[in-house]
């Protein structure tokens, strides 16, 4: 009875901790891994709308205070806000969302979408995913666009009994039949890639259906993990997984096929280990598309002799596809984004954007590329796009090697691309991005996602001039919060302001001579809350931290 009454309390405590990162708008400060504070929305990324609208955007937005801005937004061909009580629905639902950092945004085949979420909390676990940030935070909208709480509640739950109370999410997918797919793992303490590294799969209605650790499974293959970058489900119930899987000799296996039972498929692992153990190629891949007939298309970089290729493709046996013309990116780019299409294309973004125009020859890049099913290049699309994108400078101050780049590329169903980043041509023409590109490659004109919101204005929330922690005199106070293990945090309330418009203000004191800002008084109040649901015993002290004299 006590077991049990005392695993009740640590999932309780697990509970507490993990929905902390779910309300980080009361516990915000202009410090907590937030690098531009009043800066406007990023976009991150774009999926196809149910009928009757066009993409939902998944975006970014550093703002606290005013104007309302939903983490989903629904737009129509033109980047215009959809309206709809569905897409309102979903803005509004999304809004508590808008401070922390979208990393996916996946579409449910039943209906409805998966946002994962990188948490601005400093206290949040870290990890390593590959080419995008980890997740802390999971969640799923319905059909109608409200929150699908019960869902949420179960796959947090599953995370925090299965992989730990320190879990984050690596990457997501959704397979065909909306099941949730979660590569997720714990911070590795001493970089030694001991930490677990688990593959859990959720029904529709979010119950934990499968659960298994694959660094077991790499173990049984004799190989290690360096990173673990994506999880593709494959249409007989399988998954590609992409990384850096290590070997016994110096060389590492970018991509594994598990079967429909999760087991490793050995008419796949066995003869690409085999090849690339042979010392004969090397073979690097950061992006993985499931292609047709059990094969696998990505993104890298393949090295074989004096042959150099950015993208290729596997076949069901783990041998390179000679049906597939390997694509390789002229003029030193590499290939960090990569898209599948309508039919079978493929398409790519280069990792930089040239300041000025290059002499003609291969190192002239378009930006953005698109691959026929066969892996060669479709004319038709890049004598639409021309020139191409490019960024000029737009100040003198500017370095002369300054480059634009691309952050998000968005293939949609009826072929056209959505692509945003730091550029300001395309084909010579002075643009503002987001931009649309076409099926053929040309710019649709009128685009443009825009930001503006639609939700009734928000309150302003004003500057709290009280604590629930002490009795407001006009001096300074300071709440000093010890946790296990000696580490104190203290918390410094001033009746000054700071440079992000707070009077009163608060900070936060770890040691040394200096504090992190932690916004007003209000966001203290909330994260003391925070750390006696963690266990901290936090009392009033006279003890000034920041007082050299008291030392």
Known sequence: MMASRNAGAALLMLALSGAAFAEEEEIWSPYDRFHAPNE???????????????????HTCNRLNGEPVGSLVVIDALGRRDTSPVSVALEAASDRDRMKELVQLLPVPSGGYIATYHSRDEKAPEGDSGPASIAHVLVRHTVKGARAEAFNQKVQQALLQKVGASSFIITAEVDAKSRLIVAASTPDRNDRKEAPLWLLRFTPDGALER?????????ELGLGWYVLNQVRARPDGGLFV???????????????????????EARFNRPLISWLT???ADLELSLIAPGPGGSVIGAGELVQGEVRSHVVRLTSGGRLDPAFKPFRQEGGSSVPRMWMGPGGTVVLAQDTLPAVDSPEGPSRAPGLVRLKADGSVDARFQAGLGAGLRYRKLAAKEAPESEGFLQMVAVMPDGSVVVDGRFNELAGQKVTPPLRLAANGTRVADFQARFETVLPPKKQVPNATTSAFFKADGQSHFIACSRKGGVTETFIYWMQGNAWGHTPSCAIHLGGSGASPGGAWQHCDARIRKAQAEGADCVETKHDPMDTRQR
């Open 40 to 58: 406007d929305c990023e976009l991150v990324a774009l999926v196809p709308a149910p009928k009757g609208a066009w993409g939902v955007v998944g």
């Open 211 to 219: 659960a298994q650790r694959f660094d077991s499974t790499l173990k």
């Open 242 to 264: 992409s990384g850096r899987f290590e070997t016994e000799e110096p060389q590492d296996v970018p991509v594994l096929a598990l079967d429909a039972q999760w087991k490793p």
């Open 278 to 280: 042979g010392g004969k």
